[in-house]
């Protein structure tokens, strides 16, 4: 019973490097996000893809870009990580609308020095 | 101000109390709420759905007030393993399925 996996579980980068962090549900759910969750902040959203072939920004895209490859996967991809990009990432999965909530994959923490 | 506001504790409560938290969310328009559970290092994991009428499961019970915007979760007969960070969580039903999460409220449950 997979549901959200995400990949990498822990990062480390140099600043300026580059990295795309993944995510794959096999609920055949429509809807994925990407939040960051940093101490004090809560979860924050980076984007979202209400459906395949959509995306759309969040509260906090500045230094990211998506893809939503297919229904299963949406990754989340750092250009040239910084230093205030060091957080936990979470990628979710939606049966469409809120009614039923988010599962969330185990998240990723990046460190980015 | 925040969209979603908790009080971010730590609760600290002998097990078998009941304790309770709020949640307040600036938009009136919000029309889905739910709390989360999330512990040390791990993901959020869905707690219970906040319907109008209010709900319970088992030791838990949540309140929504729309007059005050806010939400509520009673958790009764405490458990220690009820420790953890509760999340509050609220949705515009229009916006395309986005969640805007409170920062959480720590609940530490002592022997």
């Known amino acids: 019973n997979a549901g959200v996996t995400q990949t990498p579980k822990f990062q480390v980068l140099k600043t300026g490097q580059s990295m795309t962090l993944q995510c794959a549900q096999d609920m055949n759910h429509n809807s994925m996000y990407w939040y960051r969750q940093d101490p004090g902040m809560g979860l924050r959203l980076i984007y979202y893809?209400?459906?395949?072939?959509?995306?759309d920004k969040g509260e906090v895209p500045n230094g990211y870009n998506v893809s939503r490859l297919n229904k299963r996967e949406f990754s989340l991809r750092l250009e040239s990580a910084a230093p205030s990009q060091t957080s936990v990432y979470f990628c979710?999965?939606?049966?469409?609308?809120?009614?039923?909530?988010?599962?969330f994959g185990s998240g990723t923490r990046l460190t980015v020095v | 101000r925040k969209e979603v506001e908790q009080d971010p504790g730590p609760f600290n409560v002998p097990e078998g109390a009941t304790v309770a938290f709020n949640c307040t969310y600036s938009?009136?328009?919000?029309?889905?709420f739910f709390w989360y559970r999330q512990d040390c290092r791990k993901e959020p994991k869905l707690l219970m759905s906040?319907?109008?009428s209010g709900n319970e499961d088992g030791r838990f019970t949540a309140q929504l007030n729309r007059a005050s915007q806010y939400i509520s979760l009673l958790i009764r007969d405490s458990k220690l393993s009820d420790s953890a960070t509760y999340l509050c969580a609220v949705s515009l039903y229009s916006s395309a399925s986005k969640i805007i999460f409170g920062s959480g409220t720590r609940l530490s449950i002592r022997p």
């Open positions: 938009n009136s328009a919000s029309q889905s």
């Open positions: 906040v319907y109008s």
């Open positions: 893809s209400a459906s395949e072939g959509t995306t």
């Open positions: 979710a999965s939606s049966e469409g609308g809120t009614v039923y909530g988010y599962t």
